[in-house]
C-alpha cells in the first residue's frame, strides 16, 4: 500500500503523527507531499517535518490513497491549493480512499465530493460541511471515505484507516504492539 499524506504548514501534529507512525507499523509506504512546495513543513505547534517531494507534478496514480491532516492553519492552506482539490477528485474518481481528520473535512466538501456521504468533523466545522449526513461519530466510513473528529480520535482514525486498507486483524495486531485501549 502506497499512502499519500498531504502536508501544510499548520497541520495538527497528532493527526499527522499518529497515522504516520501506525501505518509504517502495519507495512505501508507513506509519502509525504508538501502543499507550499517548500519541503519543510511546520506543524501547528512548531513541530516541523521534511516532505518527500513537494506535490506539484506529482504521479498521484502510484498511490493507493491519501490522507489529509487537520489543524485550522493547515486546512486553510489545503483548502487554497487547486493540486490538493484535483487530487481528491481523482480519488474519489477512481474509488481510491480518502482519509481526512478534523476539519480537513472541509476540503472534500469544498471538492464536492460530499453531497452523498455519512460524514463527521471537527465540532463546530459541521456548519460549513456539504454532505448528506453529519455524524458525531469519532470515525466514520462511507465508501471509499474515513473522517474523524479531531487530534483525540486520531488513533481510533488510524486504525479504522488501516482496517480498509489491510483488514481488521491487521489493525489489532497494530493495537496490540502500541498496547491501545
Given at each position: 500500500m502506497q499512502i499519500l499524506f498531504l502536508m501544510a504548514d499548520g497541520f495538527e501534529e497528532t493527526?499527522?503523527?499518529t497515522p504516520f507512525d501506525y501505518f509504517q507499523r502495519a507495512g505501508f509506504q507513506v509519502a509525504l507531499a508538501s502543499v507550499s512546495?517548500?519541503?519543510?513543513?511546520?506543524?501547528a505547534h512548531g513541530l516541523k517535518i521534511q516532505a518527500d517531494f513537494a506535490l506539484s507534478g506529482i504521479d498521484a496514480a502510484k498511490f493507493d490513497a491519501v490522507l489529509l491532516p487537520g489543524g485550522g492553519p493547515g486546512v486553510?492552506?489545503?483548502k487554497a491549493s487547486a493540486d490538493v482539490e484535483k487530487i481528491v477528485c481523482d480519488f474519489n474518481d477512481q474509488d481510491k480512499w480518502i482519509f481526512a481528520i478534523c476539519a480537513a473535512p472541509l476540503v472534500l466538501s469544498k471538492a464536492g465530493i460530499l453531497v452523498d456521504r455519512k460524514v463527521t468533523c471537527f465540532p463546530g466545522c459541521e456548519s460549513e460541511l456539504v454532505c448528506n449526513e453529519f455524524s458525531e461519530e469519532r470515525v466514520v466510513v462511507d465508501g471509499n471515505i474515513v473522517t474523524s473528529r479531531g487530534a483525540g480520535s486520531a488513533e481510533e482514525f488510524a486504525f479504522g484507516c488501516i482496517a480498509q486498507l489491510g483488514g481488521r486483524d491487521l489493525a489489532e495486531k497494530?493495537?496490540?504492539q502500541v498496547v491501545a485501549r
Open positions: 493527526e499527522f503523527v512546495g517548500n519541503l519543510t513543513v511546520s506543524g486553510k492552506n489545503l497494530i493495537r496490540h
